[in-house]
């Protein structure tokens, strides 16, 4: 797609002013890198760094039947949450398969925010649409051409001057707060493995908060070093690790579903699924070498085609090359021995745990 028909977020200009190397991700003009994927990911891992995450979607579901609507909706009720308590989900088809990930938050005791994904994000506020028939009693407000959205990640966020209004805010939580005279809300949420917020505040004052942070020595950071501090930390890309093709019992997600819970969409199917088993399962690899693994490779064992790599990457903390894949359940034990073909050549590689890195650990 022409960078002229992106869709492109109140940060562009800024990015491009800063050198930013762009690409199209998810429909977005977004930046990759500004200096090198590598300095970036150190700094969110050793200090701070700044992501303009505007191409996520934002959206209010406020009334007196938000709450019950949500519980059909979503894999985990949020009902069930305590009022500035916020939980990742899972927005499911009716035959179990993943629409997408998501972080819900509870508000108010009828007022919900969700934030959800870049990619296909008409189709979802369409599936929400559908369910939620023609005179619900709640109304689904996307602010997300209203608002932007950055995320402030590493494990040095909550010592920042410019973040002592939001530093008291536990894992998860999240309130309205005012940073550098901006009104924001803000959440102690991230997808880098590191501590870290995100943050909503009005377009209008999107230059002068990104700058607030910069100018503090927060590094701006692109999707390149993102994506490489997502795999590390375990954390999956739907879309890409999971899709409509895929139940949250394959992709390890099961904890992402209440089965006690309400009847939400795709429940039935995820009961059926779960009573006969899955056949596959999304594993984490070590390549034992220096060759990379990407999206799209195949997966070996005994010298038989049985799975394919989702996701893969160097991981900078383990100077190691790790990936996530699809294997039959049987073959999916940890430090099972399989093969995966790059180049036209198998390449030995070990299952291990998905988790690569653990902040702290």
Not at 36 to 43: D, G, M, N, P, Y
Not at 62 to 83: R, V, Y
């Amino acid at each position: 797609m022409e960078s002229s028909e992106l869709k492109k977020t109140p940060l562009n200009q800024m990015h491009r002013k800063l050198g930013a190397k762009m690409m199209d991700f998810a429909g977005w003009d977004m930046p990759v890198w500004y200096t090198s994927i590598l300095e970036e990911h150190k700094a969110v891992r050793t200090h701070a760094g700044i992501f303009d995450v505007s191409d996520m979607g934002r959206v209010w579901v406020t009334g007196k039947g938000a709450g019950a609507f949500l519980d059909k909706m979503l894999t985990k009720p949020p009902q069930s949450l305590p009022i500035g308590g916020a939980q990742l989900c899972l927005l499911c088809f009716e035959n179990g398969g993943i629409l997408d990930d998501l972080w819900v938050y509870r508000v108010e005791t009828d007022k919900y925010l969700i934030v959800w994904n870049a990619a296909k994000i008409e189709s979802k506020r369409q599936w929400l649409d559908k369910w939620a028939g023609k005179n619900p009693d709640f109304r689904i407000d996307d602010v997300s051409a209203k608002t932007v959205m950055l995320a402030v990640q590493g494990p040095s966020v909550a010592k920042l001057e410019c973040l002592k209004t939001i530093a008291d805010l536990p894992r998860f939580g999240h309130k309205e707060a005012v940073i550098g005279g901006i009104k924001v809300y803000a959440a102690r949420t991230g997808y880098t493995g590191e501590d870290g917020f995100e943050i909503i505040a009005d377009i209008a004052d999107t230059v002068r908060l990104w700058e607030l942070f910069t100018k503090a020595g927060v590094k701006p950071c692109g999707l390149g070093c993102r994506d490489m501090l997502r795999l590390e930390a375990g954390m999956m890309l739907c879309g890409q690790d999971m899709d409509s093709n895929t139940n949250p019992f394959e992709a390890s997600l099961g904890w992402l579903v209440n089965m006690e819970g309400s009847d939400f969409i795709g429940k039935k199917a995820l009961i059926e699924i779960k009573q006969k088993g899955i056949k596959r399962k999304l594993i984490g690899f070590e390549i034992q070498g220096r060759e990379i693994a990407r999206n799209g490779y195949k997966i070996f064992k005994s010298g038989k085609e049985v799975g394919v790599v989702t996701s893969g990457g160097n991981s900078p903390m383990l100077n190691k090359n790790v990936g996530f894949g699809y294997v039959p359940v049987e073959m999916a034990d940890i430090n099972t021995s399989i093969d995966i073909m790059i180049r036209n050549k198998p390449v030995p590689a070990k299952i291990v745990n998905k988790k690569f890195y653990k902040r702290g650990g």
